[in-house]
C-alpha cells in the first residue's frame, strides 16, 4: 500500500527521495497507474511540480518531457498517426493525466502506443548522469532496472512511419500491432505488440528485407487466451508487408 | 497527511491516508454524484470529475495530487449549465472515455 506522498519541487530533491531505501520509493507521473493497490509498502513521488512536461521540435527529433501528458501529445501531434495512435491507446479522461514516462513504464505488450514507439526507435534520457538509453535496450529488462534513477525526457527521432492493429472490436486493445519505420537513409525498423509483457522488435534492418518473415518469427511462441500464434504471425505477416509497401509507395 | 482540496470552489482540509484515491475521499466528504460502483480502474468514466477544467477519472488519481488543482464534481456544474458542463469538454454523470 502507498504509505506516504512525497511532492518535490526540484529534481535533485527528487532524486533523493528516489535513493532513499526505506521506503520503496517510486515515481509518480499521472498516477493512473500507482494509485493502485500495492502488495508491499511504498513511497511515491509525485513529480508534477518538476516541469517536465514540456514538448519541443529539436529539428531532427522531438524531445518530450518525460510528464508530458498523452493528451498533450495529442495536441502536438495532432491530425497525424501518432495522434491516432494516442487516442487509440487511451480515452480522454486517462489521456488528460496519463504521462508518457508512466505509459513507457507501465504499458504491457498489448500497448499500441508502446509498440509504435519501440518501432520509432525512441530513446529515453536518465537522472542522473543525462543517460540515454533506447526503449529498445531498456524495455527487456524493465523490472530490473534499479531505483533512484528517473526518466525526465523522451527522444522521439523524425522519422517515416505507420502503423496497423488487430483487434476483436475498434476500440479493443489489439491482439496484433505493428509498427513500421523508415529513415531516410533506408534503415527499417519493425516491431510488432499485441502479446506478452512488452512489445518485441522484429526486424532494425533496412528497406528490402523480409518484415513479413521477421514479424512472424516474432510471433512464433505469441499464443495467449487472446488469439493463437498461427494466426498472429499470419496477421502480423501481411501488416508488416502492408506497411512496408506504403513506405515504397511514398519512394514512387 | 494533511491535505486541502479545493472541491467545487469550496476549501476542504482533512488528514487522509497517502493511498487514498481521489474518488474515496470525495464519496466521504458527501460528493455522491461521483459514483462509485464504476470499474475502479480508470476505463468506465464513471467517476469522472474536472481537475482544472479537464475530465478525469478520480479513481486513478490519489486525493493527496489534487492538492493546488481546482476540482469540480457533477454537484456543482449541474447547478448551472450555462457556465458549467457546455462550455467543458462534455463531463455527464457516466461517461465512457
Not at chain 1, 519541487?9 to 517510486?26: D, F, G
Not at chain 1, 514507439?117 to 548522469?129: E, K, Y
Not at chain 1, 505507420?162 to 525498423?189: C, E, M
Request: hydrophobic share 45%.
Amino acid at each position: 500500500m502507498i504509505i506516504e506522498y512525497q511532492r518535490p519541487k526540484s529534481l535533485q530533491e527528487a532524486l533523493a527521495l528516489l535513493a532513499r531505501q526505506e521506503p520503496p520509493s517510486v515515481p509518480m507521473g499521472g498516477g493512473s497507474i500507482l494509485s493502485k493497490s500495492w502488495q508491499e509498502d511504498v513511497a511515491v513521488i509525485d513529480l508534477q511540480h518538476l516541469a517536465l512536461n514540456t514538448i519541443t521540435d529539436a529539428g531532427e527529433k522531438f524531445e518530450i518531457g518525460a510528464t508530458a501528458t498523452l493528451a498533450q501529445l495529442d495536441h502536438f501531434f495532432a491530425d497525424t498517426q501518432l495522434s491516432e495512435v494516442i487516442r487509440y491507446q487511451a480515452g480522454k479522461n486517462l489521456r488528460n493525466v496519463g504521462t508518457l514516462a508512466g505509459l513507457v513504464a507501465s504499458a504491457n505488450g498489448r500497448s499500441p502506443l508502446l509498440t509504435l514507439l519501440l518501432g520509432l526507435d525512441a530513446s529515453l534520457i536518465w537522472q542522473p548522469g543525462d543517460m540515454e538509453i533506447s526503449l529498445g535496450n531498456w524495455l527487456p529488462q524493465r523490472n530490473e532496472w534499479r531505483q533512484a534513477r528517473l526518466i525526465t525526457q523522451v527522444n522521439l527521432p523524425k522519422v517515416s512511419y505507420r502503423f496497423a492493429a488487430v483487434a476483436r472490436t475498434p476500440k479493443d486493445v489489439p491482439v496484433v500491432a505493428v509498427a513500421a519505420a523508415k529513415w531516410s537513409n533506408q534503415r527499417l525498423r519493425v516491431a510488432v505488440g499485441g502479446f506478452g509483457a512488452v512489445p518485441v522488435l522484429a526486424l532494425d534492418g533496412k528497406m528490402g528485407d523480409d518484415a513479413a518473415k521477421a514479424v512472424d518469427q516474432a510471433f512464433a511462441y505469441a499464443e495467449d487466451e487472446w488469439a493463437h500464434a498461427a494466426y498472429r504471425c499470419q496477421a502480423a505477416a501481411k501488416l508488416a508487408a502492408r506497411l512496408v509497401a506504403e513506405f515504397a509507395g511514398e519512394e514512387h | 497527511m494533511k491535505i486541502t482540496l479545493e472541491v467545487n470552489h469550496k476549501k476542504i482540509s482533512k488528514e487522509i491516508d497517502p493511498g487514498m484515491t481521489l474518488l474515496a475521499f470525495l464519496r466521504a466528504e458527501g460528493f455522491f454524484g461521483t459514483k462509485f460502483g464504476g470499474c475502479q480502474k480508470g476505463e468506465c468514466g464513471a467517476c469522472t470529475v474536472l481537475l482544472d477544467g479537464k475530465p478525469v477519472n478520480s479513481c486513478s488519481l490519489l486525493a493527496a495530487q489534487a492538492e493546488g488543482h481546482l476540482l469540480q464534481t457533477i454537484e456543482s456544474i449541474g447547478e448551472n449549465p450555462d457556465q458549467g458542463w457546455k462550455k467543458t469538454a462534455g463531463l455527464s454523470l457516466i461517461q465512457t472515455p
